[in-house]
């Protein structure tokens, strides 16, 4: 038995912002309605010519510099979204390619925001089951493409941006402890793209209903996130033998800020001890705890020892949690080299 580790994060967000008050411009919203109700003040926007992939790489890239490990020497590419590229091939093959990961299987996991914490539960079974040494996963959105911009209930809620950590072998004990992965189909429609591939292919009549946007029921959407995101930390805790109130940092999905609050109270946490980042990004769905986590890894708010926990909810409906024990030393690399960035800004 071995144990898994993160051992190098990275995070890559577009350069343009579409603040709230550039939204007040699209559709019938507020400054204030928008942060009252979801925290967010701004989120980022890829660029025409930037891909999902584009994204992946640079974040991925990051992750690799600060871990030390070349692209060469991964084992799996896990890439989760909810926008990949495009069908064929999977964003995970083209993501493989631009980064030069040439002995790497890579591949496209659907989970909606819930993609990393799933990937992270891949990424251990794979490790301590001897079926790869080092996995590569990483979170990337560019939603911007998939939001109806006349819909003032969704457009103000999502962002683009990519997160990534890279995963390796350690002592059994040490890392990951617990991973906790559900789904229930039941909710699928809560949360959704009404039409697609098999089910409802493009058509003049789709596009006009615009169908292919994201849709939401919200109301629906508060109470089981909030419940979900609280019951699966509870259990990663019991299994990793904490309480809650022992975490020393939480980082949960960034959806609303309200649901972030709504879970942290339940868990006795206070808030210093959690993590929120939703006010710059808004929602980047599988994106948003990769993110977090290289924001709080390079300012130095993890060091060996702390006990970290994540938490997401998604569409599907999708949910699960981890918790771990952070094995690396605290990071003073500070900002990811100009090497790393293909000349691109975070």
Known sequence: MRGTTITGTGMYVPERVLSNRDL???????????????GIRERRIAAADQASSDLALIACQRALEMAGVDAKDV?????????????????GCTLQRKLGATRAAAYDMLAACTGFVFGTGMARGL??????????????????????????????????????ALFQACEFGEGVHAVEMHSDGELGEVLEVPSGISVNPASEQTVARREHFIRMQGKKLFPFAVRSMEDATRKCCDAAGWPPEAVDLFIPHQANR?????????????ENKVYVNIDRYGNTSSASIPIALDEVVRAGRLKRGDHLAIAAFGGGATWGASTMTWT??????????????DGARA
């Open 75 to 91: 084992d799996q590419v896990i890439l989760a979204t909810t926008t990949p590229d495009r069908i064929l091939p999977s964003c």
């Open 328 to 341: 690396m030393p605290l990071f003073t690399g500070g900002a990811p080299s100009a090497s790393a960035t």
């Open 24 to 38: 007040e411009k699209l559709v019938d919203t507020t400054d204030e309605w928008i942060v009252d109700r979801t």
């Open 127 to 164: 490790i301590s089951g001897r079926m790869a040494d080092t996995v590569l996963v990483v979170g990337v959105e560019t939603l911007s493409r998939i939001v109806d911009y006349t819909d003032r209930n969704t457009c103000v809620l999502f962002g683009d941006g990519a997160g990534a």
């Open 258 to 270: 309200r649901i972030i609050d709504g879970v942290r109270e339940r868990l006795g946490l206070p």
